[in-house]
């Protein structure tokens, strides 16, 4: 049984993992490398919540119940309680493999782990790990209290029992799970990300601007937001990242990056985060 869950990173996934564990009666424990990441994590769960109860989706005592399941600490020792672990840090393959290793002296043996990443292998994370069985992908959709989806991701050493007990965790929280295997990009990124990259390419060659091609798929494909703007709430440097995984994973020619979100990142127009994509945001 999973009741009680940890998770590394404060920043915009972790948070939002904390937050629908905790509205569902998880004690999480959420850790970031300060205080100050701490606090603005926190931050953000708290005022989620105090929208979901202007919106009279949540009581205000539910609310205050949520916010004091999640303990927040730099301290990764205190996960040892804990049976599952997910690693929510940003999208780096050293970064998330010295974590990893780092978390496998920290927890119980039987604990659980799992990484929230959008493209990297589990089979190679959960070599990196001691227990590759009990190691899987859960990828989670941001804005995370507001996306349904949960896509789990096997590596080739995830146990029957480990997958199992994912699925439950993700009904837990509200989530509906699909399954799918290891493979650049996994199931869901496969699709959408190589879309992105071709609007990017689309705009680069003057097909049309960024609003008609954006209003052209909201429009017309009923999607609810538009690719390039998409890609502005994602990051243009971590759809940068991506598309290398996916060009370096698959070594075919259809899934380059455009240029031009090669030379939007090098100027640092990384999207909503920075203010300026290819839309400017006011910062």
Sequence with gaps: MIEQIGIVGAGTMGNGIAQVCAAAGL???????????LTRGMSVVSNSLERLVNKQKMTDADRQAALARITTTTDNTK???CDLVIEAATENEELKVKILKDLCTKIRPQALLATNTSSISITKLAAATDRPDRFIGMHFFNPVPLMALLELIRGLQTSDDTHAKAEAFAK?????????????????NRILCPMINEAIFALQEGIATAEDLDAGMKLGCNHPIG???LADMIGLDTMLSVMEVFYEGFNDPKYRPAPLLKEMVAAGHLGRKTGQGFYSYGK
């Design 27 to 37: 004690p999480v424990v959420m850790t970031d490398i300060s205080d100050a990441a």
């Design 79 to 81: 996960f040892s309680t």
């Design 227 to 229: 690719p390039l703007a």
């Design 172 to 188: 837990k929280v509200g989530k509906v799970a699909i399954t799918a295997k290891n493979s650049p990009g996994f199931a869901v």
